[in-house]
T-cell receptor
Framework: AQKVTQAQTEISVVEKEDVTLDCVYE???????LFWYKQPPSGELVFLIR??????QNEISGRYSWNFQKSTSSFNFTITASQVVDSAVYFC????????????FGTGTRLTIIP | NAGVMQNPRHLVRRRGQEARLRCSPM?????VYWYRQLPEEGLKFMVY????????ESGMPKERFSAEFPKEGPSILRIQQVVRGDSAAYFC?????????????FGDGTRLSIL
């Protein structure tokens, strides 16, 4: 069975600080996909990134970067030079390969950027 | 905007009434997924449908909940005889094809409140 753990329930940082959101996953499958979504106060879900299990290269997109480490089953998300607009709930999710179409979500991390 | 359309955005029902939530997938998408987000929790998979077929309903409560995706028209999530515990945000997602590498595009959700 799949499981996604986001141990940090809430994080607060002062604007311009860097912050890392942790995500640890469990799956029996060798092929799987990992995702991060952002849910701002308005409530919609915004897709941020998808990463497959064969690609362990880290990815950077502007102020966002992701660190995928298969050895520790982690897919952490770092925001550099945080801004108030980054305040949101962030969800990590997992999807596996054996005909199981569903996304398994973590419980989310509420990030508050203090101006 | 040709994204996933959910309506209504907000729905208020009294205990015992029926709630009908609609989801129009993105153009060209024939796969629809419903997720439920209880307050302060992550999203939980409910059901996966293709046109006229339920593929996976492992996350659906056994009673009062049903879903359909007819040949014509939107997908409908129906909750009969609603109770206070049904209060949640219900998200719909769609994808063009089957497969874990296919991205799921989410709608803005329907916030269901039970009085």
């Amino acid at each position: 069975a799949q499981k996604v753990t986001q141990a940090q329930t809430e994080i607060s940082v002062v604007e311009k600080e860097d912050v890392t959101l942790d995500c640890v996953y469990e799956t029996r499958d060798t092929t799987y996909y990992l995702f991060w979504y952002k849910q701002p106060p308005s409530g919609e879900l915004v897709f941020l990134i998808r990463r497959n299990s064969f690609d362990e290269q880290n990815e950077i997109s502007g102020r966002y970067s992701w660190n995928f480490q298969k050895s520790t089953s982690s897919f952490n998300f770092t925001i550099t030079a945080s801004q108030v607009v980054d305040s949101a709930v962030y969800f990590c999710a997992l999807r596996d390969n054996f005909g199981n179409e569903k996304l398994t979500f973590g419980t989310g991390t509420r990030l508050t950027i203090i101006p | 905007n040709a994204g996933v359309m959910q309506n209504p955005r907000h729905l208020v029902r009294r205990r015992g009434q029926e709630a009908r939530l609609r989801c129009s997938p993105m153009k060209g998408h024939s796969h629809v997924y419903w997720y439920r987000q209880l307050p302060e929790e992550g999203l939980k998979f409910m059901v996966y449908l293709q046109k006229e077929n339920i593929i996976d309903e492992s996350g659906m409560p056994k009673e009062r909940f049903s879903a359909e995706f007819p040949k014509e028209g939107p997908s409908i999530l129906r909750i009969q005889q609603v109770v206070r515990g049904d209060s949640a945000a219900y998200f719909c997602a769609s994808s063009p094809r089957q497969g874990p590498n296919q991205p799921q595009h989410f709608g803005d959700g329907t916030r269901l409140s039970i009085l």
